[in-house]
């Protein structure tokens, strides 16, 4: 994995506005440059590694028992539950990552300030949900949803949800799936680290939010509408 520096929004621009038909690069921000590219579940240090399966299974079960109550459109698989679960912020093996490059940037440097943040760049094996068993080439699969668990995959395969919730559009979401969530991507995966020293992080935020991508565009709630408001007004 090689790294670069990207001190001005040129240099952003510079590397990432080549953009060709079949590219699938993937992109995420992460707010300090040392953090590492393990999905949440795999994050819970008060549990040992042979613990985090139990983990996750009981604490899906429990989501599915409980979220009845307040969703109206019901999973059909444990794909489906799995996405939900993720979006709502319970720890999966599920990664988030974007196919926005300013996307990926607003969240290397939304917070942290006064740490060095960093861009990963991926170019991952593909899944696609289908009506067939796994086939494909190499870098492309499908699944069939109600054959196979995303509990028994090996490898780690970048996959797209149905954008059923705006979030997902606005952020052009999706996710690498891991088969062992508490280890974090070989660098043989990733084909780029992009550095962001932390006195440019700000003047970032600011031409982001000038191109209307903010908190609110990203995350579009009342309470994001409301402290978008206050962000334009009660500094002035």
């Avoid at 992109?27 to 300090?32: D, P």
């Avoid at 940037?105 to 300030?113: G, M, P």
Wanted: hydrophobic share 35%; aromatic share 12%.
């Amino acid at each position: 994995m090689r790294t670069k520096s990207l001190a001005t929004f040129d240099a952003f621009v510079e590397a990432f506005g080549h953009r060709y038909l079949q590219d699938e690069r993937v992109y995420r921000g992460v707010s300090n440059v040392d953090y590492e590219l393990v999905p949440s579940i795999g994050r819970l240090h008060q549990y040992d590694e042979d613990l985090i399966d139990d983990y996750e299974t009981r604490t899906l079960d429990e989501f599915k028992r409980r979220a009845v109550s307040y969703i109206t459109e019901f999973p059909t698989n444990d794909w489906e539950w799995l996405f939900l679960a993720q979006h709502h912020g319970l720890p999966t093996r599920l990664l988030d990552w974007t196919s926005n490059a300013l996307v990926a940037l607003y969240f290397a440097t939304a917070s942290h300030t006064d740490t060095d943040s960093a861009i990963y760049c991926g170019d991952f094996k593909r899944m696609y949900l289908g009506g067939k068993e796994v086939c494909g080439d190499a870098r492309r699969v499908t699944v069939n949803p109600d054959k196979m668990s995303p509990f028994n995959i090996s490898g780690v395969y970048c996959i797209s949800p149905a954008h059923k919730h705006q979030r997902y559009v606005n952020q052009s979401g999706l996710f690498t799936l891991h088969d062992n969530p508490c280890k974090a991507i070989p660098e043989s995966q990733l084909q780029m680290k992009y550095i962001i020293p932390a006195s440019c992080k700000r003047r970032f935020q600011q031409i982001l939010a000038a191109f209307g991508v903010t908190r609110l565009f990203l995350f579009p709630t009342v309470d994001n509408l409301v402290r978008d408001i206050r962000d334009n007004w009660d500094d002035v």
